[in-house]
């Protein structure tokens, strides 16, 4: 277990030696309900279920370049040049300025992406801020790179937004980037664009860069659309970490990308501000940090050739509809959550999911006998119901449950009554 350091000094016992996939995998082993199927909330992988599935011009795209036998061999280590421009076409629709193919890294998924990210920001004695809940592989991996994770929290009451006043209460001299995540991975959140703009600003003033985590980016049906981060980039530095995963319903494809969104140059030219003096004591001058990126890409391989191939055409031919039909069935999706949890006393949603794939909720264990935290609920569920929902705590909030929507409709609905019948039988 590792001791987590909150934003007023307190010490939070979460797990470090286990990954989500590892947790859904005890929990998976725990099922003994007879007659019962295992139904998963657990893991974000929407294709377990027939109504996600990818579009037909992307899959053939894939097939056409295998086929073609121009891509069996090694591609260069940061991409291949015309996946890279794809993305780049793709991400700057939505920005204020144009990302040049030279400003995107071809990565083994977003995971590959955040453990590049972590490895040249590392250096001894640096910290790195992160979300509370949020994405456990980013302590993972700064653990891996002896950088010191410092947690901020998100507030439920507030829809999840940062807390920008423990963010620079927990940030120093020492301190080199905070994570933001968005739309939400745990919370199905999307922020608003003046959240963005002031979580910029903060990073700013303390000198950091922004890591924009954007795996889930446009998978958003609420009030607020989706805004990336890379639209502040100009006030801050940031670098988008992001995959075809979630969008396109192809997590098993592996193809994702770490964008530097960097238009003043701040990361390429010599120009010595606050954020340079950043730089400099990572021991690195501004123009050698894209270099040490094109480095370290070399240290282990991208995606298959073949799949980061296809990218452009996946681009370029995947309809609207397709997007819509997909956003459309997560909010169906996530409205049956959301109503079915009213029904249960001992579940609280602190606010309507609107975007992602998931969601967090608050566990009141005092309306419970014989469950004694959010792990123990997590696990008698799989044993009696084979329901499997992750424990908050693997998130970094304890007594509280991650929900995955990404579910066939009739399945979650099945899932969840088990829930409540669950509840009803351990309540007070």
Not at 18 to 31: E, P
Not at 190 to 199: D, G, R, S
Not at 367 to 390: N, Q, R, Y
Request: aromatic share 8%.
């Amino acid at each position: 277990m590792e001791i987590q350091k909150g934003n007023g000094g307190e010490e939070i016992e979460a797990p470090n030696n286990i990954t989500i996939k590892g947790m859904l995998g005890l929990l998976m082993a725990n099922t003994e309900a007879e007659g019962k199927k295992v139904i998963s909330l657990g893991i974000g992988d929407p294709t377990a279920y027939s109504c996600f599935h990818t579009t037909s011009a992307a899959q053939e795209a894939v097939v056409d370049a295998l086929r073609s036998t121009k891509f069996n061999g090694y591609s260069p280590t940061v991409g291949l040049p015309h996946t890279r421009k794809a993305v780049a076409e793709y991400l700057s629709r939505d920005l204020p300025y144009r990302l040049q193919a030279d400003d995107v890294y071809v990565t083994a998924g977003c995971t590959q992406a955040i453990e590049i990210a972590l490895s040249i920001l590392a250096r001894p004695g640096a910290n790195i801020l992160l979300p509370r809940p949020g994405f456990p592989i980013y302590g993972l991996c700064a653990a891996f790179r002896h950088l010191e994770s410092r947690y901020f929290d998100l507030l439920p009451e507030k829809e999840w937004e940062v807390d920008l006043s423990a963010v620079e209460n927990l940030a120093d001299q020492n301190t080199v980037a905070m994570v933001i995540i968005n739309p939400g991975n745990p919370c199905g959140n999307v922020y608003t664009y003046q959240h963005l703009k002031k979580i910029a600003e903060t990073a700013k003033r303390l000198g950091i860069v922004v890591i924009a985590d954007e795996v889930y980016g446009h998978l958003a049906f609420g009030v607020n659309p989706f805004v990336p981060m890379g639209v502040f980039s100009s006030v801050a530095p940031v670098l988008t970490l992001g995959s075809m995963s979630k969008r396109w319903l192809v997590p098993g494809w592996r193809l994702g990308w770490l964008v530097t969104n960097d238009p003043d140059g701040t990361l390429k030219s010599p120009k010595v501000d606050l954020l340079t003096i950043t730089y400099m004591f990572l021991c690195l001058l501004p123009s050698q940090f894209v270099e040490r990126l094109k480095k370290y890409c070399d240290i282990g391989g991208g995606p298959a050739t073949f799949i980061q191939a296809a990218v452009p055409t996946i681009v370029e031919q995947t309809q609207e509809v397709f997007f819509r039909k997909t956003i459309n069935l997560l909010k169906q999706t996530s409205d049956i959550c959301y109503e079915k949890f009213k029904e249960i006393g001992c579940i609280s949603c602190p606010s309507k999911p609107e975007g992602s794939m998931a969601f967090m909720v608050k566990l009141n264990i005092s309306m419970l006998k014989d469950i004694s935290d959010d792990i123990d609920f997590c696990f008698k569920l799989a044993k009696e119901e084979s329901v499997i929902i992750l424990p908050g705590l693997a998130v970094g909030l304890k007594n509280w449950l991650r929900i995955t929507f990404a579910v066939e409709p009739s399945s979650l609905q099945e899932a969840l009554e088990r829930v409540k019948s669950f509840c009803q039988r351990h309540s007070c």
